[in-house]
């Protein structure tokens, strides 16, 4: 019998990380992401997983680190406030290579903002909120059913590549319950990181300079290697040589970047003759793809590209799509941070519309829907 069951997205969320093999979770609750960490508090245990409610959010994503390195499989949840507090950590953690995720249900800022209403203004911070130039991995579901997908493909992509993924839900998607089948465990791909051989031979970040993946010993097991958050070697001791810096920090960024094919995830409708392209992720996409429907019915080519990752950025799925496209719509919940990045990929084939939302409501499809009918209205008058 399907496993059918009406749940809010940060359920579907703990489930899907219970589901990829979660063993370990340190947070501090916050809104609106508090959900997941009571969740675990709950089920962990039962699997014989630890949970911890830490102090603050620094202390919560330094314990999943150090779980982490045990061989633990670790989760932290948090929201805007609580992000800003891990970012020197998820700096560390992508130097150090340590795989780890984390869920950021985000929420109006700056600063404490309107807690409990919904925002999508973490985008830039998910990518370049850390200093310097890091891997890490960023995915965006768009419905209750891909909370449980996504934070499973979280945690196979940190554990295959060695990095920090970053789950950005948003209140809406985190509170509103749908009805979903959860797939048998035995169907679920669950990927976990390589392990070396034998402790005598293990150099702890030995790779392919070209962007290998170093094999990863748990600490407690017989190896014995050492992590900093100084440029190391591929002993894992510090150096100060400009080459060895040079070398590190190309290999973990390129172990993303050359692999940004596998890791691109998206949704399409209507792309294959729209001349009015839709871009957008989370929870504005429910009312986008809406809008892009209706305006279909109503004699409008519109299509709608949602990406389900956000980082690395998906250029290359544009040049699929751009031939017939003579409009590019991004509706978000900020003032244009998904917008830049979607202007860099279209590379000025079409002109690029900002629809930005920032008063802590969710989109109208009819707010989506006019801009999509006025802008097609022009462009026919322009053709005359």
């Known amino acids: ?48 997983g630890k949970f911890l409610q830490m102090e603050d959010e620094i202390g919560s994503i330094a314990a999943i680190i150090g779980a982490s390195l045990t061989g633990k499989k670790s989760m932290t949840a948090t929201s805007g406030p609580g992000f ?6 998820i700096g560390y953690s992508s130097l150090c290579e340590i795989p780890i995720v984390i869920i950021n249900v985000q929420r109006m800022g700056p600063s404490t903002g309107m807690p409990t209403s919904p925002a999508q203004g973490d985008v830039m911070q998910a990518r370049w909120g850390t200093h310097g130039d890091h891997p890490v991995i960023v995915l965006a579901p768009g419905n209750v059913k891909e909370c449980f997908e996504l934070t499973v493909r979280a945690f196979n992509l940190a554990e295959k590549y060695r990095v920090p993924v970053i789950v950005l839900m948003d209140e809406v998607i985190g509170h509103m319950r749908e009805k979903v089948i959860l797939p048998e465990q035995s169907s679920i791909k669950v990927v976990n990181r390589k392990a070396p051989a034998a402790p005598g031979s293990y150099v702890p970040y030995a790779a392919d300079p070209n962007g290998g993946v170093p094999d990863m010993a748990p600490f407690g097991e017989g190896f014995r290697w050492h992590v900093t958050g100084l440029f190391h070697d591929e002993t894992g001791f510090p150096s100060n040589k400009g080459e060895v810096a040079d070398t590190l920090l190309r290999r973990i960024n390129l172990k993303v970047e050359k692999n940004e094919p596998e890791i691109r995830d998206y949704a399409v409708e209507g792309v294959d003759d729209c001349d009015t392209l839709v871009v957008t992720f989370g929870c504005s996409a429910m009312s986008a793809l809406s809008a892009v429907r209706q305006a279909r019915k109503n004699g409008i080519k519109a299509g709608l590209l949602r990406l389900k990752t956000i980082w690395p950025f998906p250029e290359a799925t544009f040049d699929g799509i751009m031939g017939h496209v003579k409009r590019v719509i991004v509706p978000e919940m900020n003032l244009g941070q998904l917008a830049g990045e979607v202007e860099r990929a279209v590379a000025r084939r079409a002109a690029v519309e900002r629809l930005g939302k920032v008063n802590g409501e969710l989109f109208r499809p009819e707010e989506i829907l006019s801009v999509i009918t006025n802008g097609a209205a022009r462009t026919a008058e322009a053709s005359k």
Not at 15 to 32: D, H, W
Not at 84 to 89: A, K, R, W
């Open 1 to 48: 019998m399907p496993n059918a069951k009406l749940m809010q997205g940060n359920e579907a969320c703990t489930l899907g990380a219970l589901a990829a093999g979660l063993e370990f979770f340190a947070g501090y609750p916050i809104t609106p992401s508090t959900e997941i960490a009571e969740l675990c508090a709950e089920e962990l245990p039962k699997l014989g």
């Open 84 to 89: 800003s507090l891990m970012q020197e950590c």
